[in-house]
């Protein structure tokens, strides 16, 4: 079984959040990157489905400048066997989503895997997409997969309860915490990791749908404000007019 990794690079969490003077894009000076931790689950558990099935393989792939190949090679780290890394900045989701596409349709692969959403922009809009413009079946926010006699067999939450669903192979899934717990790369894997494939391939033209104006920060949260007991008429003034959520 073949199976297609999309990973992205984040922000690490601890990170400070700002942006460039004209307030045009995000200030990355100073800021440590890491894999989109749900494309890491995604990528835990394509290796165990794999290692299930006893062969096949498993390949990440990234839009993004060589200034990102650290993080690629994490993932070969991890145990993905080869990589490939799309020239281009991930300007949107629709952009990576026709990159990613372009370079899969003609590789054959049973599975593709990302995460839920990146959780520097939250869109959830790649997999999907991706689907789409591959002509495949697309499932996101997946808790559970396993794959038996060429299909697969997904769970995942809905409102009071779950889903239990299955769909045929080739198709697309997105994965949501629970589905596998990220591993860390060993060092038997950091040293392989140097020598396994990563293949550079160059973006293919496509026009964006989309274009960020500018960022801004929320404003800053007020301090807490404590009520005596007794004192519920002072509460519900608040509530009804700083809060104005009554």
């Known amino acids: 079984m ?26 990355s000076t100073g800021v440590q990157f890491i894999i989109n931790p749900y494309d890491e689950i995604a990528l835990t558990r394509a290796l165990e489905l794999k290692e299930a099935s006893g062969n096949g393989s498993v390949t990440v792939i990234h839009v ?89 067999l997904m769970e995942r939450e809905i409102d009071g309860g779950k889903e239990i669903l299955s769909c045929k192979l080739p198709l697309v899934v997105t994965a949501q915490k629970g589905m596998a717990e990220p591993r860390i790369p060993n060092m038997r894997g950091i040293m392989t990791a140097r020598t396994k494939p990563l293949q550079v391939v160059e973006p293919s033209g496509n026009e964006k749908f989309s274009e960020s104006l500018a960022f801004d920060s929320p404003a800053p949260k007020q301090a807490v404000k404590l009520v005596e007991a007794g004192k519920e008429e002072e509460l519900v003034a608040l509530l009804h007019n700083e809060a104005k959520i009554i």
Do not use: H
């Not at 990794?5 to 995000?26: E, L």
């Open 64 to 152: 993004g400048p060589a200034a990102n190949e650290a993080n690629i090679r994490k993932a070969l780290a991890i145990g993905a066997d080869d990589a490939i890394r799309i020239n281009a900045e991930a300007t949107d989701g629709f952009f990576t989503a026709v990159q990613i596409a372009t370079v899969a349709k003609d590789k054959g692969y049973d599975l593709i895997l990302a995460g839920r959403e990146s959780i520097d922009y939250n869109s959830g809009q790649v997999g999907p997409m991706i689907a789409e413009l591959m002509g495949l079946p697309s499932v996101s926010v997946v808790q559970k997969l396993d794959i038996a006699g060429g299909e697969a």
């Open 2 to 27: 073949k199976i297609l990794v999309c990973i992205s690079n984040v922000p690490d969490t601890t990170s400070k959040i700002t942006f460039t003077p004209d307030k045009k894009a995000f200030n």
